[in-house]
């Protein structure tokens, strides 16, 4: 066979060099576009986890703050009653010195009732840095011009069974109340049932960056005392409590005001002036910074503007009304 016959290769094809570019320029828009895509959609899923995120913090802040303050002197069957020692008040439990209680002004607010002529105060508060004196037991360890509340009530239904050594405990009747802890004997007179006594602190101190309210509890011993500091939720950054007044025993508040407002006479249900209602502010910020988003809002809580702060936090304000279910008596 001659070699002329031999059949040839077919010459190899490719993309010419035009079409080359042509194919990675549509590429590369094609990437752009993915990423564009991907991006936007990360940032969105990053802002609703977040908004998600303010939403259940404040909530669940809201809910365990309203639900106790709501409760404030609730004293079982002497809710109203000025307690006097000697008189209808007793206390078997030891004496809780100073260096280990939280105490805060006025001449009766420690944890328990003492014995001087002034009103236990069951709640009181003040803005950490402004006015009143802060709680021995807190000092600095508050996030500056944030606010402080104490409530002290009893909690029920009645305990059966008073034997927690770490908590103190009321048995009262309708005249006679006797403060003992769970390690001793339970008092036993006519009438009487037994009560968890709660004595709580709510305040603001940030652990790193991230801002928490906190809860000290009396436990026996006094409020220093290990397990008595309680982490609830993280990311509240602020609260803001304005207190309202009934000034002509109606009932009614007629004026919401700031601590820093609030007179002895106020706090000690004293002229026709006491506190019958709370106002509650929160304001919540998210865990973590979103560098995409730049916070230039103006927060109002109450009478307290705060901001623009020009970071990179969500936030968000909550706000309730609460009314307290059982004020003291007009004195």
């Known amino acids: 066979m001659s070699l002329n016959r031999l059949p040839m290769k077919k010459r190899e094809q490719g993309f010419s060099l035009v079409e080359l570019m042509v194919a990675i320029l549509i590429g590369m828009f094609l990437t752009l576009g993915l990423m564009s895509m991907f991006s936007s959609s990360a940032t969105n899923v990053r802002t609703t986890s977040q908004y998600n995120e303010l939403q259940e913090n404040g909530r669940i802040a809201m809910m365990i703050m309203a639900a106790d303050i709501s409760q404030v002197g609730f004293m079982a069957d002497m809710t109203g009653i000025a307690f006097i020692t000697g008189i209808n008040f007793e206390s078997q439990a030891s004496a809780v010195d100073a260096a280990s209680d939280c105490v805060g002004a006025g001449s009766n607010n420690s944890s328990f009732p003492s014995n001087v002529s002034g009103h236990f105060r069951r709640i009181w508060g003040y803005e950490q840095g402004v006015g009143s004196e802060p709680f021995t037991c807190l000092g600095n360890n508050v996030n500056a011009n944030t606010d402080v509340i104490q409530i002290k009530r009893f909690s029920g239904p009645d305990v059966q069974n008073p034997n927690d050594t770490n908590r103190y405990y009321i048995a009262t009747s309708s005249n006679r109340a ?3 802890s ?7 007179f ?11 602190i709510y305040y603001i101190r940030s652990d790193g960056d991230i801002p928490v309210l906190r809860r000290q509890a009396l436990r026996v011993g006094g409020m220093r ?8 939720v993280e990311g509240i950054e602020n609260f803001r409590v304005l207190y309202g007044i009934d000034d002509n025993g109606d009932g009614s508040a007629d004026s919401f005001i700031p601590a820093a407002n609030v007179t002895d006479t106020m706090w000690d249900n004293q002229d026709f002036a006491r506190i019958v209602a709370v106002r509650l502010y929160l304001l919540v910020r998210s865990i973590e910074q979103d560098r995409s988003y730049t916070n230039n809002v103006v927060y109002q809580l109450g009478d307290k503007t705060i901001g623009p702060l020009n970071d990179n936090y969500r936030r ?5 009304t609460i009314m307290l279910d059982n004020p003291a008596l007009i004195r």
């Open 178 to 180: 006797v403060l003992f």
């Open 182 to 188: 769970g390690d001793q004997t339970p008092p036993n």
């Open 190 to 200: 006519l009438g009487r049932r037994f009560w968890h006594y709660l004595h709580h």
């Open 225 to 232: 005392k290990a397990g008595s500091f309680e982490q609830l």
């Open 316 to 320: 968000k304000v909550m706000s309730s």
